[in-house]
């Protein structure tokens, strides 16, 4: 009797398991296919249309990132892009205007690493290793650096392939004037297989792996 129940009590929690993980499968499946309007028209407004329209594009984009915050509150995926378009946000707005989106993006990309570091393949490091270095240090914003060093290498820990972390990492580097060792990430961030779905982005991308090949390749000539 004690081997029947013993049995049956290991099915039930094999069901409860299985039920488990088909309820979280659905849930990421969900706020993935809530995210992807979001990449969709950020791909969108940052690569094709003119930079007098890029500030009123990601500001009505941002309002769309919200509902989807809104709506998955409790997933990394949905920080993580809500963060990239206030980042986005903040380099088309530029000046100190610009500051507060800035901390917002740190804010949401933070948030979403204590909910999932390995979301979207690391990108809430590779985003906030962009911010630390893009934004100007104190007294005015958070710029370090260190930080931007530590972030983008620990992205590139969980995506050694990916064409973000290569691709910033490469700028990061060509900022630092470490030309060589930028050229290397440029020629991995090249060789990065392409995102399903993402063809517009990775298409974009390549133009500015392109371009900053190009500024390296003229530097290590000097």
Do not use: H
């Not at 500001?59 to 990394?76: F, H, M, R, T, Y």
């Not at 986005?88 to 000046?95: L, M």
């Not at 100190?96 to 999932?116: C, N």
């Not at 990430?185 to 990775?202: F, G, L, N, V």
């Amino acid at each position: 009797m004690n081997t029947m129940r013993q049995a049956l009590y290991k099915t039930l929690q094999l069901l409860a398991l299985a039920s488990a993980l088909l309820l979280t499968a659905a849930a990421n499946a969900d706020v993935l296919q809530d995210i992807k309007p979001l990449q969709d028209r950020w791909a969108e407004v940052n690569y094709s249309i003119s930079d007098e329209q890029k500030e009123a594009a990601f500001s009505a984009l941002l309002e769309q990132a919200n509902a989807v915050v809104a709506a998955n509150p409790d997933k990394a995926e949905a920080l993580i892009w809500r963060g990239i378009i206030k980042s986005s946000y903040a380099g088309a707005k530029g000046g100190l205007g610009a500051m507060s989106l800035a901390d917002g993006s740190k804010a949401d990309l933070e948030a979403a690493l204590q909910l999932d570091s390995q979301a979207l393949q690391g990108s809430a490091y590779t985003s906030l290793g962009v911010l630390y270095y893009k934004v100007p240090g104190w007294p005015i914003g958070f710029g370090s650096d260190k930080t931007a060093k530590l972030m983008l290498e620990k992205a590139l820990t969980i995506n050694p392939q990916g064409i973000d972390p290569n691709y910033f990492y490469a700028e990061f580097l060509t900022q630092k004037r470490d030309y060589k060792a930028a050229m290397g990430y440029i020629e991995k961030a090249r060789q990065a297989p392409p995102r399903p779905e993402r063809q517009t982005a990775d298409q974009g991308r390549l133009q500015e792996i392109t371009a900053l090949e190009a500024k390296i390749a003229k530097k290590l000539k000097r």
